[in-house]
Structures are given as structure tokens and as C-alpha cells.
């Protein structure tokens, strides 16, 4: 959400001013698994689906860019809207687009929608020979395991943020090939880049639109920095990311070398997708193959535009449902892939949703799907039918993000001035219960009080993401700076560490804005999806004079992957094991984990939040070892026992607990 690149003037155009509305219901569906190439040494096949058109036209090329066609093929009609094509010379390493004649006018060239590769911004269809672009030992990739869904903790980042600041250590600024450099070191020595993500201890990266986008010239990728949520070929790439985007084969192996070298490293890879729109509207391949049919429209036949881009895609019609799933089983198959979060998931309907998640769970039972329950605007698609937050439940092991606890922690991230409660707002101790318990049902929260849900909407954890900061609005320093901008800066650095800490001892899924750990800060820019490296690149310098709050995210990581109690796997369970403390002073927020139950080798474990600015003190019940005190933890060894009174510095997490 929130990026609204592309509202220019003309972003509601008719379909096509010479036709009706159509009845896309009545259109053919296909149902072969071979849309796109199927290529060999001796053939290719070509195939595209239109079944609206009279004739189509295979154009072949010697490059990605250029003028001079290799020759046009015209295509044979099939049953089933689909026309084909047989080449019977090698045509590896050929470039190929399609065009389409439909009611005596011929349609652009575009790309073909089910392209595995391409030239230079994407504007032709390669062919490769998938097999030779895998990399030396790719057969033995393997994913590292995943046994839950809440057992996950997600590190969301850009390719191109990771390295291109010019203290990272990495050779491949800005490229795929960046994050799979080991060794690599900031000028103190300390780690950076995929050593950095190993150390830290997060499962998962969960990276920025890594498939083929639109605004960045991949010619000059140094001339404009765009996140790249405006797709362009879904099951590609993007070339700005490569060593050579002119190669067709260049691109697939790089981001496989990336995939590999997490896989190496124990850490899964997300991909960011965003199937709810494309870059363009009118003049998208989509578009110009099956005027209309790839996307809802309003009553006047217009492009509706829930997502703010422009024009919002049809998950509901077959043949884009069908899009969807293959394209996502693509990256898992051919890429091996071990999640997607889905960009504005509201926009989606249900039923595809949930038949794209049976389908990938199984082929990778471990697969991770999440997404943002909600829409950036008006959809025709009734509310009922689509992937929201409040229709969660209806979802088949897909989960989204809490947004509640993401400015229940520290305020509203369209309300700039607004503080939560890591930094001292009142009465949000509602909205933290919910987030501690997952929006799952829990008798101690009030559902009144909490900020926005009030009634829990999850009926299980791994339904939830909980997190307090994206690559969306401010990140949570640059927030902290601006809402409790008369806060020291060291009652800052402890807000952050008490709002990670909450983040990060929630029950569902953890997720991280990468840079967190160390205080990560755009300069104040609120959204910077086009906004230079100076603002995007994460400093790596920050990890030196901000050691400290890292090496407690660290703890904090490798706290919640020792403790099954953090990671609850059912509603049941978090019902009957968290037992919140009540009658505390404002600002404080206490529970208790059965640890036993849990299978942890913690008995007992007492976290406490102090989100007000002034020390508090309570008596615990009984008697607790210190695993965290005040933000820092306890040296082994060290371990204090409490037995009346626990103080609790401002803006502070303890962690306790009981053999
Ligand atoms: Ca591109």
C-alpha cells in the first residue's frame, strides 16, 4: 500500500471505446499447463491465450531492444482461446513478442504474459534454457525448514538497500549477487549484508519486489531508485538487480545464487508479489492480448482502482487465477522459494487465495503466505469475497499483518505526531494485550479499548504478523523522532528496544524492518519509494555506534527461537497459557507464560513492559531469575533472583522466568 506511483491524469481509461462490456464468463478457459514457451534444442512452442482475437503474430528478434525483427510468424487458433506456434530451429537465446488483431485493428507488441525471461527492461521475451541458468550445486539446494508458521521471523529488506551504501564491504553494490557475498564487513570490522542476516538469527528474508518492475531503467540503474511495486513480467527477475541485464539467462541465475546462498545460511527466502495491478493499464501485455478481461472495472467499464496504481486485476476470472497459481508455483519450483507476502492481498478474492495456498503447500508443506489484509481504495468486488483482515478466518493458512499492534506499539502511522505505547501514550495497554495474544481470543483483553479491532479477528497465531514497522511510513527511529521528539535520545533508543521487544515476544509471526536492529533512519522522508540511495541505503556504520541496541535484537531473536512459549501454535493454547497481571500502574503491561505446557524449558516466564516514562515497581508472584533486565540482559552466571519488588525502568522490557 501507499505508494500511488503511478496517479497520473489518464488512470481511468475505457477498456476499448469500440466495444460493449463483455461478458468475460462466457470466454473459454484453458486449462494446459503450457502457456508461454516450451522450449528444446530442436522446437519451440509458443502459445498465448486470446480468444477475443482473429489472428495473432509471433515476432522473433536477434536482441532485447532494437528495431530490426528476425522475422513474423502468424499463429495457428486452438481450441480454447489459445493460439500456438512451432519453431523448429534452436531459437536459445532469441528474443519474442506477440500481437494480437481484434476487430480488424492490431493490438501493441508486448511480451508475452507467461515470460520466464527477457532483453533489457523487460520489453522483449527471451528464450532460455531454464537448466543452464542453474548454479553450480543447485540440485542440492535445499530450504531450510520451517515446522510452524509462527516459528518464522521475517527480515523484510531491498536488494538494492542491502549493499549500495559505500561503507557495506559488498562488491555487488545494488545486485542480487550482493547478498551472497560472505566476508563482508563495515569499516569497524563488524558483519554486513548476508553475514549480518545470518548473526542477527532471523529465519526468513523477505525481500522488496524482486520479480521484473518498471521504473527503473535497468540500461542506467544508478540514474533512479524506485521500491518497484509496478510489475511489469511477473515470473522474471529484475534485471536493475543483474550483472547484465541484456542476457536473458543472467538475471534467473543471480537471484538463484542469491536463494542459495540464504539457503546455505539457514535463512528462507519471501518474496514480495504484487498481483493486484500492473504497471500498466491499458497498454499492458494483459491488455492488449484480452482487452478488459485481466481487470474489475467500474459501471462505466472503466479500470476500478483499489489498489491507488491505476487499475486493480481480476483474481476471480479463471484465466487470471490460473495466472496467479502458476506463477507462484514458478517461483518455488524453479526458484525454490519459501513464502510470498502478498501486496495488497484485499484486493484478491478468497477462493483464489485459498486455492493458491493449498497448491503450494503441497509442494512445500514449509511454504509461509502473508499479506496486507487491506485495499487502497474502493474495489467492485464485494468485501466478503476478498483477503481482508476481517475475513482472516476464512483464510487457509495465509496470515496478515496486525495493524493493530503496529501503532498500538508506537502510534498511527498516518498521524505523525501520534505516540504509542513504547513511547509513553496512555491507555494503549488494550492494544498490546491484543498484539501479545495474536488478535486471537484472550479473556484479559478488553476488546473496547484496544486502538482498532474490537474483537479479535485470528482464530489461530500463525494467522497474525506482528510488527511494528515496514518499508511503508516512517520507520520506527525516524517515528520516534518525530512523535516523542522531546524524549532524550536515549529514552528513544529504549523506546525502540521496548517496541522490538514487544514484537519480538508476541505470539504469531515476527517480522523486522531491516536496519531495526541497529536504528535504521530515512532522514524523516515518510515514504520513500522513489526516494534516492541517500535516503534507502541501510548505513552500515549504524551497526558500529548503535552496537548496543543490536546486540539486543540479537538476544531478543535468539530468545524467541529458544522458547516454544513465545511461539504458541493455537488460539487454545495462548487462551489458557498467558495470564496477563492486572491492577499495574498505567503504562504497564504483565503476563505470565506457562512455559511447561509449551514444552520450554522455562517453566514460568514473566515479561514485563513499562511504556510510561517513569519507573515502576510490582511485586511479582513468587520467585523469578532475570533473563532481561531493563532492556539489557543479564550476563550468564549474573542471574539476579527478585523476590518482592521488580523495578522497572521507563520505556523498558524484562524478561524473568522459572526453571
Ligand atoms: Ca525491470
Known sequence: MK???????????????????????????????????????????????????????????????????????????????????????????????????????????????????????????????????????????????????????????????????????????????????TGTRNEAGLATGLDHIKELGVTHVHLLPSFDYNSVDESNPDAKFNWGYDPLNYNVPEGSYSTNPY??????????????????????????????????????????????????????????????????????????????????????????????????????????????????????PGILLYGEGWTAGASPLPDSLRALKANVTKLDRIAVFSDDIRDGIKGSVFEHADKGFASGKPGMEASIRFGITAACPHPQVDYSKVNYSKAPWALSPAQTVSYCECHDNHVLWDKLGIAAKDATEEERRNMQKLALSVVLTSQGISFLYAGTEFLRSKNGVENSYDSPDSINAINWDLKTTNAGVFSYI????????????????????????????????????????????????????LVCFNGSGKTATFPPEGQWKIFIQDNSTVRPGTTGEVKTELPLAPYSCSVLYQL
Open 554 to 605: 540479537k538476544a531478543l531473536v535468539s530468545l524467541r527461537k529458544d522458547h516454544p512459549a513465545l511461539r504458541l501454535q493455537t488460539a487454545e493454547s495462548i487462551q489458557k497459557n498467558i495470564r496477563f497481571y492486572d491492577g499495574l500502574p498505567d503504562g504497564l503491561v504483565v503476563y505470565e507464560i506457562n512455559g511447561k505446557a509449551a514444552g520450554d524449558q522455562w517453566a514460568k516466564i
Open 3 to 181: 505508494r500511488f506511483l503511478m496517479l497520473l491524469p489518464f488512470i481511468t481509461h475505457l477498456f476499448s471505446a469500440r466495444t460493449q462490456p463483455a461478458d468475460f464468463a462466457k470466454y473459454p478457459v484453458y486449462t494446459g499447463k503450457d502457456l508461454g514457451i516450451t522450449y528444446s534444442p530442436q522446437r519451440t512452442i509458443f502459445k498465448i491465450w486470446a480468444p477475443t482475437a482473429a489472428a495473432a503474430e509471433l515476432k522473433l528478434y536477434h536482441n532485447g531492444a532494437g528495431n530490426f525483427p528476425a522475422g513474423s510468424y502468424p499463429m495457428v487458433k486452438q481450441r480454447n482461446g489459445v493460439w500456438m506456434i512451432t519453431v523448429y530451429t534452436d531459437q536459445k537465446n532469441k528474443f519474442y513478442n506477440f500481437r494480437v488483431k481484434i476487430k480488424d485493428q492490431w493490438s501493441d507488441e508486448v511480451t508475452d504474459p507467461y515470460v520466464k525471461a527477457v532483453g533489457v527492461n523487460g520489453r522483449r521475451g527471451a528464450v532460455v534454457d531454464l537448466k543452464e541458468t542453474n548454479p553450480s550445486g543447485w540440485e542440492k539446494d535445499r530450504s531450510p525448514v520451517l515446522k510452524n508458521p509462527v516459528d518464522a521471523i521475517i527480515y523484510e529488506l531491498h536488494v538494492r538497500d542491502a549493499s549500495i551504501s559505500p561503507g557495506s564491504g559488498i562488491r555487488h553494490k545494488g545486485k542480487f549477487l550482493g547478498l551472497t557475498e
Open 247 to 364: 542476457e536473458g539467462a543472467a538475471r534467473i541465475r543471480e537471484f538463484k545464487q542469491l536463494v542459495q546462498a540464504f539457503h546455505t545460511s539457514g535463512v528462507g527466502v519471501i518474496m514480495d508479489v504484487v498481483y493486484n495491478h500492473t504497471a500498466l493499464s491499458e497498454k499492458s501485455n494483459f491488455n492488449q492480448l484480452v482487452p478488459g478481461y485481466y481487470y474489475r472495472s467500474d459501471k462505466k467499464g472503466k479500470f476500478s482502482n483499489a489498489t491507488g496504481c491505476g487499475n486493480e486485476t481480476a483474481s476471480e476470472r479463471p484465466m487470471f487465477r490460473k495466472f496467479m497459481l502458476e506463477s507462484m508455483l514458478y517461483w518455488v519450483q524453479e526458484y525454490h522459494i519459501d513464502g510470498f507476502r502478498l501486496d495488497l492481498m484485499g484486493v484478491h478474492d478468497i477462493e483464489t487465495m485459498n486455492l493458491i495456498s493449498r497448491e503450494l503447500h503441497k509442494i512445500k
